[in-house]
Nanobody, 116 residues
Framework: QVQLVESGGGLVQPGESLRLSCAAS????????MNWYRQPPGKERELVAS????????NYADSVKGRFTISRDNAKNTVWLQMNNLTPEDTAVYYC?????????WGQGTQVTVSS
């Protein structure tokens, strides 16, 4: 079955960086666009970044453009989210996601807290 396992979250100060990882299994990883979502406290889940099957096309939410970079390695079935210049507004649970047909699959999430 599809499994997505996120890691790399933590507590950082404003201006610092984190790199999130998502290890995928149970499906043909290279055949699917991969996404990172986040859910801030008390808010709805939002799409942060997407990367096409071979990494040619990347899309970002306006709020993270220029600070976050999504990447993938199809040989390792892994997708990353490099987050630089973090602000308190980036505090959220971050989720790895894949859409297969009409179904969304999610990881368990990793907490990112940005605070001084």
């Amino acid at each position: 079955q599809v499994q997505l396992v996120e890691s790399g979250g933590g507590l950082v100060q404003p201006g610092e960086s984190l790199r999130l990882s998502c290890a995928a299994s149970g499906f043909a990883f290279s055949s699917y666009t991969m996404n990172w979502y986040r859910q801030p406290p008390g808010k709805e889940r939002e799409l942060v970044a997407s990367i096409s099957r071979y990494g040619v096309s990347k899309n970002y939410a306006d709020s993270v453009k220029g600070r976050f970079t999504i990447s993938r390695d199809n040989a390792k079935n892994t997708v990353w989210l490099q987050m630089n210049n973090l602000t308190p507004e980036d505090t959220a649970v971050y989720y790895c996601n894949v859409e297969k047909g009409t179904r969304h699959y999610w990881g368990q999430g990793t907490q990112v807290t940005v605070s001084s």
